[in-house]
Structure formats: C-alpha cells, structure tokens
C-alpha cells in the first residue's frame, strides 16, 4: 500500500533524479544503463534519468532496454527457487519480503494476467504504471508458470511498447510542456 502511494505520488521519478545525482561518478550514458536495471525504476527511470542528463533519445534508449533486459533470464529462470528459499530462512525480514513478492507476483493482477497470458502480459510490461514492468512481469510470469515461449516475447514487445511511451513522453511532449512553462 505504502509502495503503491509512494509510486503514485512521483516517487519513481523523485527516485530517479536521486540516483542520477548519486551515480553521479559513471560515465553519463552508463547512469540509464544501471537506473535500467533497479526494480520500480527500470526503463522509465532510465530515460527519464537520460533526459535529465541530456542524453540523445536514441543514444539512452539501446542502453536502457539493454539494462531492463539483463536481469529478466535470472528472473524468470530464478526467482521461484530464490524466493521459496527466503521463505523458509529465518532472518524475519526476507521471509517477509519474500512473501510480499509471491503475494504481488500472484495476486488481482496476476489473475487477470492468467486469463489472457500474452496479450495481458505484454500490456502489463508496457503501459507504463506504477508497480508494472519488466521486472514484475517476469515475477508474475514465473510464478504463475506461464511458459517462457509465451513470456519471453511478450515482455520484450511490452518493453518496445513502454520505450516509445516513455520516448513521447520524456522526449516529446512532457519535455515540451515543460520547456513551455519553464520560460
């Protein structure tokens, strides 16, 4: 609940202007690239982290998709065996977060997800909402065994379909409403 209103609230975007800042250190095209890979972050947090940065679009947009790309195989491939392990550990807080995970991967969403595998998956993974994604619709593809001939390339035409929303809006026109009302 208190994810869900932090991401609704701007959080992501607050949270990707501060990891911008701390990976300040990296060279800047790298910065999309590691934003890319975070949980909650992901493509969105990195071409908005591109945009801040003055990166080109299509400069920002092959090292993002490369960056939310590389952890989904581990994900889809891992994340059952990792999470069934945390679950039965005694350390409190990864048993609960481990829980946490199954319960989003496998809950009201996920159910809708189930009826309509592909299609559901790959909107899932590319409108670009709070809480959606990549990496979530790889936990809820796992969890729920939908098999990887299915999920694999829904999840990368759902990344195509978030890269071009989050293009419109970080390079078009939510950057031209702000270059509108900044002057």
Known sequence: MMLSAFLLSGGAERLAEKMTSLLGGLPPILI???????????????????????????????FCILGNILPIPF????????????EGCKIGWMRKLALWLKARGTG??????????????????????????????????????????????AILLGLILATIIMCLLWYGGLQWLIDLFSK
């Open 32 to 62: 999309p690239f590691v934003i890319s890979m975070i949980p909650l972050l992901e493509l969105r947090g990195g071409l908005l982290a591109a945009s801040i940065l003055n990166i080109p679009m299509w400069e920002a947009v092959g």
């Open 75 to 86: 994900i889809l491939l891992f994340i059952e065996k990792i999470l069934n392990w945390m």
């Open 108 to 153: 009201k969403k996920a159910d809708k997800i189930r009826k309509v595998e592909f299609v559901g998956l790959l909107l899932f993974v590319g409108i670009p909402l709070p809480g959606t994604g990549a990496w979530t619709g790889s936990l809820i593809a796992s969890l729920l065994h939908v098999s990887r001939k299915k999920s694999v390339p």
